[in-house]
């Protein structure tokens, strides 16, 4: 069974953004459209720093001599 995908809006607001972006000197791997995908990744980002700041203490002193 093919994936199920829901698709808001219109696709015409995004095509300035996407064309500015490959036209950058450094073009972004990845380009977030929409404020609702910028939440969600910078929700999903702060979880993961919470989860290695809980973990720092465990596995900061660890270095191998140089």
């Known amino acids: 069974m093919p994936p199920s995908w829901s698709i808001w809006g219109s696709a015409s607001p995004s095509s300035n953004p996407v064309r500015a972006a490959v036209n950058l000197d450094t073009p972004p791997l990845r380009l977030p459209l929409g404020a609702r995908s910028f ?20 596995g900061r002193d660890t270095d191998f001599p140089t």
């Open 39 to 58: 939440d969600r990744i910078r929700a999903k980002l702060r979880a993961r720093l919470d989860e290695l700041d809980r973990l720092e203490p465990l």
